[in-house]
């Protein structure tokens, strides 16, 4: 095992985005010792996260990693190089940034007065992104490809980064609230780990990734095994659907920081 993708929130993160967190609140080095177990093997660890570049650079800081993934793939940073993966969308003078590019398109207004009580901003994780526009709420996202696709917008896709605490300010559904992105159709942390491979040299079985949503979940055609944590499928219970049968997905027995650990030193006791 050369390389583990791993992503931040309701993956390495517990309750609360803490690292050293587990599934009950309570204290839990689990996360820390999947990290520890990563260096002693010798496996290069990338987060790959919604997360804005700011805070993932952070959280690759902190853990002592040259590479992350941010704005569900929307970038890579690579010993300290960043490339934008938005299929040439990017920054400039003239029309701003991705993110305000994104805006004038008419595209999250109309996600929004099209999904009226169903889709609302991330309030106050929306702010200040360069890519993504960042939502909450209940919607079918073949659903709003449609309506993209309907307003000549199908440059841009609108992804399901997994379930959240929250219940919405202005939210008239019930069940289960998720995080929306809004970004370029050809981005996606499955393109954005491939892409790292490649610069890396690595093989699909060199590398695990381990996550919790459906965009995660994306990543099984790139690396040789993904892992689900526990709580994936304890808090979204329709991605059982998704999983069953599915090769090279394989579902931790604990969740978070531990579900990390489970998926690191089984594949390593595994491949001996």
Not at 162 to 186: F, K, N
Not at 225 to 234: G, M, P
Request: overall charge negative; proline content about 3%.
């Amino acid at each position: 095992m050369r390389c583990v993708y791993l992503d931040l929130d309701g993956t390495l993160l517990g309750p609360g985005a803490s690292l050293v967190r587990g599934a009950d609140g309570a204290f839990s080095l689990d996360g820390v010792r999947a990290l520890q177990a990563c260096d002693r093997a010798g496996a290069e660890v990338v987060l790959y996260s919604g997360r804005r570049q700011t805070s993932v650079f952070e959280c690759a800081r902190l853990i002592g990693s040259s590479a992350f993934v941010f704005e569900v793939g929307s970038g890579l940073v690579l010993d300290g190089e960043l490339e934008w993966l938005t299929g040439g969308i990017e920054p400039s003078p003239e029309r701003g940034t991705i993110h305000e590019q994104i805006e004038a398109s008419g595209a999250p207004a109309m996600l929004l007065e099209r999904f009226a009580g169903r889709l609302e901003c991330h309030t106050p994780w929306a702010a200040g992104r360069e890519v993504s526009h960042l939502f909450r709420g209940v919607v079918e996202v073949d659903e709003a490809r449609a309506a993209l696709e309907e307003t000549g917008l199908g440059w841009l896709r609108l992804l399901d980064n997994g379930v959240i605490r929250s219940t919405g300010e202005h939210l008239a559904v019930h069940g289960t609230v998720h995080a929306y992105h809004l970004i370029p159709a050809v981005a996606s942390k499955a393109r954005a780990v491939a892409r790292h491979m490649q610069a890396r040299g690595y093989r699909p079985e060199d590398c695990i990734a381990v996550g919790d949503s459906r965009e995660d979940l994306g990543v099984t055609s790139t690396v040789g095994s993904f892992w689900l944590v526990a709580n994936a499928l304890e808090h979204d219970p329709s991605l059982a659907g998704e999983v069953a049968g599915r090769s090279g997905v394989r579902v931790a027995s604990e969740a978070y920081g531990a579900g990390v650990y489970e998926a690191v030193v089984t594949t390593l006791a595994e491949r001996g």
